[in-house]
């Protein structure tokens, strides 16, 4: 079975299928950001932006139940900014919780969990994708 393609350029894939997100701090102001980019968003330094792996816990910082999306979007779903354990930022869409204000907290810690992004290119490509769960 082919190794499936990575819906970011942030989420690596390895030769065995196996996904984590990468992001970059820059050496000389310690900003993070997730893509690639030529110089430091923050300080304008350039070549100092090292890759790391992100660690694959957080917080949940913000979210945003989605009830109307692209046709072919299953909705609600819970969309999310976590603030990661690292203190790289992700966004993502956060899974297995009740689409309900009752059922989120701010600060909730959550993980994040790689699978199947739910569809294929016209070749017939799968790809892989990020989402968070509770922790
Ligand atoms: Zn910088």
């Known amino acids: 079975m082919a190794i499936p393609k990575s819906v970011a350029p ?22 993070i950001l997730t893509a690639p980019s030529l110089a430091c968003p923050s300080c304008g330094a350039r070549g100092t932006l090292q ?17 109307r999306s692209f046709p072919g979007v299953t909705v609600p779903f819970i969309s999310v900014v976590v603030d990661m354990d690292d203190g790289t930022v992700l966004k ?20 994040l969990v ?3 992004a739910g569809r294929q290119d016209r070749e017939g490509n799968r790809y892989v994708s990020y989402f968070f769960e509770a922790a």
């Open 10 to 31: 942030w989420l690596v894939v390895d030769a065995e299928g196996r996904a984590h997100v990468e992001a970059r701090r820059c050496s000389v102001c310690a900003a």
């Open 92 to 111: 993502g869409n956060l899974r297995g919780v009740a689409p309900t204000p009752d059922a989120i907290c701010f600060d909730m810690p959550v993980r």
């Open 51 to 67: 890759p790391f792996m992100v660690t694959p816990t957080g917080r949940l910082h913000s979210y945003s139940i989605v009830h």
């Open 114 to 116: 790689f699978d199947d």
